[in-house]
T-cell receptor, first 112, second 111 residues
Framework: DTAVSQTPKYLVTQMGNDKSIKCEQN?????MYWYKQDSKKFLKIMFS???????INETVPNRFSPKSPDKAHLNLHINSLELGDSAVYFC???????????FGSGTRLTVV | GENVEQHPSTLSVQEGDSAVIKCTYS??????FPWYKQELGKRPQLIID?????GEKKDQRIAVTLNKTAKHFSLHITETQPEDSAVYFC??????????FGTGTRLQVFP
């Protein structure tokens, strides 16, 4: 059983398109995150949701819109994709009162 | 906000030698310091963590030390093996509000 699953694993799309990435966790965790890992492997937080409520938005362009329909799901929609959006996007989750993050397997987004 | 610096960016060691990766953080209020290992094309995975009320923690061949006064923490890997080759990330946070990651260290262990 995959604890944190993301779909799709790979996404190749043209500039200007709109795309979504989905994330689901079956760990019962309260908090979910989106991180972006660029070509230099730098991991940077984008958003954090706690029980469906947005708690962190790290100066991400408003072309990026997260949505959490319930505490087990956190999706990321990206409008008007740009070349600089190319990266690996990782979803993660953590339980309340504990500290360990569990990461999903990542979505490699390539904008051409 | 928190800023985490990590050194070195690359580290090559012979199998059986020790490897040390060092991080410094800026926010003295940070109280949680995990280390993640990311193999090529894989997700980051938690390998060890330490909280601010502890100075050292060990798990088999890996250990982490924390110096709160100097705002330094380090990862020590002893008796390195080729399967230890990966990118290692340190991170810091306050009550897991959000993890701020270091820039990563690419460790290569040569047989």
């Amino acid at each position: 059983d995959t604890a944190v699953s993301q779909t799709p694993k790979y996404l190749v799309t043209q500039m200007g398109n709109d795309k979504s990435i989905k994330c689901e966790q079956n760990l019962g965790h309260d908090t979910m995150y989106w991180y972006k890992q660029d070509s230099k492997k730098f991991l940077k937080i984008m958003f954090s949701y706690n029980n469906k409520e947005l708690i962190i938005n790290e100066t991400v362009p408003n072309r990026f819109s997260p949505k959490s329909p319930d505490k087990a799901h956190l999706n990321l929609h990206i409008n008007s994709l740009e070349l600089g959006d190319s990266a690996v996007y990782f979803c993660a989750s953590s339980p309340k009162g504990d500290y360990g993050y569990t990461f999903g397997s990542g979505t490699r987004l390539t904008v051409v | 906000g928190e800023n985490v610096e990590q050194h070195p960016s690359t580290l090559s060691v012979q199998e059986g030698d020790s490897a040390v990766i060092k991080c410094t953080y800026s926010d003295s209020a940070s109280n949680y310091f995990p280390w993640y290992k990311q193999e090529l094309g894989k997700r980051p995975q938690l390998i060890i963590d330490i909280r601010s009320n502890v100075g050292e923690k060990k798990d088999q061949r890996i250990a982490v030390t924390l110096n709160k006064t100097a705002k330094h923490f380090s990862l020590h890997i002893t008796e390195t093996q080729p399967e230890d080759s990966a990118v290692y990330f340190c991170a810091a946070s306050l009550n897991t509000d959000k993890l701020i990651f270091g820039t990563g260290t690419r460790l290569q262990v040569f047989p």
